[in-house]
């Protein structure tokens, strides 16, 4: 079983929501990844973490904000966003966090913000 | 430049027909590499991992030069269910993984 589950699948918030985005795997993977992908464009890493630590963050601003509760579930908590935040967010799991493991996406949440 | 390349299409092609992808890569100590589909408005799905020896996984075959430091994707007996985008992925120097920009593939009747 490959399967990342993400909640919701759809999401419209205004600039002074707070919500969050969550993702969920079962394949015993240690790490989690964040990705923001807009129309035509390919994924982009916002966030890692590798056995329930925030190993990397590509320069996210601070208005998403990671969190790993435990090593099947990712969060991303959002406020105060932008209207250009409006993507679809991809949450994605691998065995380790190292290249040469398959990583695999959920099938994301697509965000609106007004 | 980017770290990976690929031509954006679309390749408009009969079914039935071979397309073949290539997508180029500049870090050269990149380890892995991966094709990856993903259709419209739907998560990247993995295709196939791209293996130094070269593999096939049934009408698909992945190809790796290091050499020349390109990938490709070969489709053979195109479907309509084949149209997709079509990432190629390699991993960038900290060994995270690097998305093309996507070849988009339009197989028509």
């Known amino acids: 079983d490959t399967e990342v589950t993400q909640t919701p699948k759809h999401l419209v918030m205004g600039m002074t929501n707070k919500k969050s985005l969550k993702c969920e795997q079962h394949?015993?993977?240690?790490?989690m990844y964040w990705y923001k992908q807009k129309a035509k464009k390919p994924p982009e890493l916002m966030f890692v973490?590798?056995?329930?630590?925030?190993?990397i963050n590509e320069s996210v601003p601070s208005r998403f904000s990671p969190e790993c509760p435990n090593s099947s579930l990712l969060n991303l908590h959002l406020h105060a966003l932008q209207p250009e935040d409006s993507a679809l967010y991809l949450c994605?799991?691998?065995?380790?966090?190292?290249?040469?493991?398959?990583?695999?996406f959920g099938p994301g949440t697509r965000l609106t913000v007004t | 430049r980017k770290e990976v390349e690929q031509d954006p299409g679309p390749f408009n092609v009969p079914e039935g027909a071979t397309v073949a992808f290539n997508c180029t890569y500049s870090?050269?100590?990149?380890?892995?590499f991966f094709w990856y589909r993903q259709d419209c408005r739907k998560e990247p799905k993995l295709l196939m991992s791209?293996?130094?020896s070269g593999n096939e996984d049934g009408r698909f075959t992945a190809q790796l030069n290091r050499a020349s430091q390109y990938i490709s994707l070969l489709i053979r007996d195109s479907k309509l269910s084949d149209s997709a985008t079509y990432l190629c992925v390699g991993t960038n120097a900290g060994n995270m993984l690097t998305f093309g920009g996507g070849t988009r593939l339009m197989v028509k009747p």
């Open positions: 973490y590798s056995y329930e630590k925030l190993s």
């Open positions: 994605a799991s691998s065995q380790v966090r190292h290249g040469s493991y398959e990583q695999y």
């Open positions: 791209v293996y130094s």
């Open positions: 870090n050269s100590a990149s380890q892995s």
């Open positions: 394949m015993g993977h240690r790490a």
